[in-house]
Each structure stands twice: as structure tokens, then as C-alpha cells.
């Protein structure tokens, strides 16, 4: 089951048949954030797998495969730090308008995780962060969308005060699909608010002489990797042409893959532990303390998978999974190279250089 002709990244989360997407921003009076809200058709099963060790979250453990919750209503992807995540209030006030949610008796609970970013004073006010108005606005605006519709990328909705590289370079929304040959549609959706950089992987010279080396031995006797970009270096220093905040580095990569397929809360959850190899793929470092990296699946289950034999059912997960990794990866660096250089009160973010698809 490889991919079609006509996939790759130039797709877009929506390409996966009822999924829709709303963004709300602010970038002036000394706003730099907003929220995105991914809306997926009612019953759809989900879960979330998170990775960074500096997480800001809402009703993930809710998303746990043995817990009792299989559906997810909708996803938050907020700036504003954990202050933030208020927002997920404002898109669970939308579904429960719009009856979504957990049946209970006297009505529904709609299940709704969140992940936010930092971005807390990008725009020169810390205290300028969405509210739970803000995350019902852009759930509003997802529940309007028709479907198959364009995503707006960049610096839009949660990704509008991302950077990448410590606050040297803007991140953005990215997103991009797949379709493989047996119908089944994997899209992703990316906030790229990062500590890293996109990964470039690092070619040695051929040397025309030879050269006396002396390998480098870790305390575990084995031979140390090339190491990371020098961020600490890269970044501009306050009054330059850079981010005049001096914190530490707060950073996180949300992702939210989505796909057609049929799949359980516990096969949602490895899909979306897989999916975290497209995150690593584009972003060097990643998954550092100081990053929040979260992927979430959704699947809506319109797609069956071929299941008529065990070996038939590991093939089908295991070439979807492959597929998530892969438009994490798309989706990650259509961010970065959507995202649009901004000045504010807090600093400049310039946009990336160079082509990183």
C-alpha cells in the first residue's frame, strides 16, 4: 500500500473527508497568538501521545486507550502557555451548542483536548493570550467550513506567535496529506513552535589524504553523534535584530494527524507514537526538556483497513503509521516555510532561509 501519485505536500489536513479547521488570531496592540481548533466529524475515535518534557495540556489523559472515553469532539491548539488553555472552554461551549459531546443524563460533555505553545510577550504584552471567546470563535469558524476545504498556513491561529531556533526564525501552521493506494487518507496538521531547527543532516568531506582520527567516547564507550546546531549561538542578543526577551527557551511542536481509516483508541495511540518519528525527521533537536511536543490522531472511520488476517492487519497499521510519520514530517516544514517574518515590541522573527521541503 504505498502512497498515490498525487499525494504529498501539497495536501492538507482537510483532505481527510469531515475534518475541518478554524483558526482566530490577534498580532496588533501588543498581541502575537491565537488558537486553531481541528473539528472532526461526530464519533470520531481519537487519542494523543505526548513526548516533550515540557507539556502544556487539557483532557489528555482522557485519551488513554483504557479509559472510558473513545470519542473526540474537537482539539485546541493554543498559544498562551497554560494560560491558554482556556480556550478548549470556549470550543466545548460551541459542541455543546451544537449537541457533541459524551451523552450524560440532562445532556452532553464534549470531550475536548488542548495543547498549547509558548508565546507568552512575542507581541510585547504578556498578558495578551487567548481566552475561552477566542477558542469558541475558531471552533465557529471550523463548524462553518465546507468540507475539503483550503487550510490557511503560517501565521495563523496557534501558530501566529511561533518561532523555531530559541526565537531566532518564525514557525508557523503547516499541514499536508497523503492518500495510499488503498483509499485510506492520512493528513497533519502542525503548530511549529520550536527549540530546534529543521533538520539537516550533516555530510563529511571526502578527505584526498589521509587523515590521523581519534574517535570521541561517551561515558557509555560509544562513539558520540554529531552534535546538535550551537542554538545558544545562533540566537540574537537583546537590542540586536532579534527577540529582545531574555527567558529560558519554552517551546513545544503540536501535531494533529487525521485519518479516514477505521481504527480503536489503542490503535489511535500508537499511530500518534509513530507519528512523533515525522516530528524528530524535520526538527533537530526535538523532544527536549524544554519542548512540549504532543501529537494527537484522529481517526473517523469511514475507511476499513484489510483485517482478514493478522498479517493483513499489522501490514495495514504499520503502512498507515509510516504514512503519519511522513506528513508529520510535510506539515512541519510546510510551517516553517509558510510562516512570514513579523516585528513586534518583543523583537524581530525573521522567516527561515532557504527552501526546507
Request: hydrophobic share 40%; charged share 15%; glycine share 14%.
Amino acid at each position: 500500500m504505498g502512497a498515490s501519485d498525487g499525494a504529498g505536500a501539497q495536501g492538507k489536513i482537510t483532505d481527510v473527508p469531515g475534518v475541518r479547521v478554524g483558526h482566530q488570531q490577534k498580532s496588533d496592540g501588543g498581541w502575537l497568538s491565537g488558537v486553531t481548533v481541528v473539528l472532526p466529524p461526530v464519533g470520531t475515535v481519537g487519542s494523543v501521545d505526548v513526548r516533550g518534557g515540557g507539556p502544556g495540556t487539557h483532557e489528555t489523559d482522557a485519551l488513554d486507550p483504557t479509559t472510558l472515553v473513545r470519542t473526540v469532539d474537537a482539539v485546541v491548539l493554543t498559544g498562551g502557555s497554560a494560560f491558554g488553555l482556556v480556550a478548549a472552554h470556549g470550543a466545548q461551549r460551541w459542541c455543546e451548542e451544537q449537541g457533541r459531546g459524551f451523552a450524560v443524563t440532562g445532556g452532553v460533555v464534549p470531550i475536548v483536548p488542548a495543547a498549547a505553545i509558548f508565546d507568552l510577550g512575542r507581541g510585547g504584552n504578556f498578558s495578551a493570550r487567548p481566552d475561552e471567546a477566542m477558542g469558541y470563535a475558531a471552533t465557529a469558524v471550523a463548524g462553518a467550513q465546507t468540507d475539503g476545504h483550503d487550510v490557511e498556513r503560517g501565521n495563523v491561529g496557534a501558530g501566529t506567535g511561533a518561532v523555531i531556533g530559541r526565537g531566532t526564525y518564525k514557525g508557523g501552521v503547516g499541514t499536508a496529506s497523503l492518500t495510499l493506494e488503498n483509499g485510506v487518507v492520512v493528513g497533519a496538521l502542525a503548530v511549529v513552535n520550536a527549540l530546534g531547527l529543521p533538520f539537516t543532516p550533516v555530510v563529511e568531506p571526502v578527505e584526498t589524504e589521509a587523515v590521523e582520527t581519534k574517535p570521541v567516547e561517551t561515558a557509555h564507550g560509544d562513539y558520540a553523534p554529531h552534535p546538535p546546531p550551537n542554538l545558544a549561538s545562533s540566537v540574537r542578543e537583546p537590542g540586536g535584530r532579534g527577540p529582545k526577551l531574555n527567558q529560558q527557551s519554552l517551546n513545544t511542536t503540536l501535531v494533529v494527524v487525521a485519518t479516514n481509516a477505521v481504527l480503536d483508541v489503542a490503535e489511535c495511540k500508537r499511530t500518534a507514537s509513530a507519528a512523533h518519528a515525522g516530528l524528530a525527521r524535520a526538527l533537530n533537536p526535538s523532544h527536549t526538556l524544554a519542548d512540549g511536543d504532543t501529537v494527537f490522531c484522529l481517526a473517523t472511520g469511514s475507511q476499513e483497513l484489510d483485517r482478514s488476517t493478522e498479517t493483513a492487519r499489522q501490514i495495514s497499521l504499520m503502512t498507515l503509521q509510516s504514512a503519519a510519520a511522513d506528513v508529520v514530517r510535510l506539515a512541519i516544514l510546510d510551517g516553517v516555510s509558510s510562516a512570514q517574518a513579523v516585528t513586534t515590541p518583543a523583537g524581530e522573527f525573521g522567516a527561515y532561509p532557504g527552501n526546507v521541503r
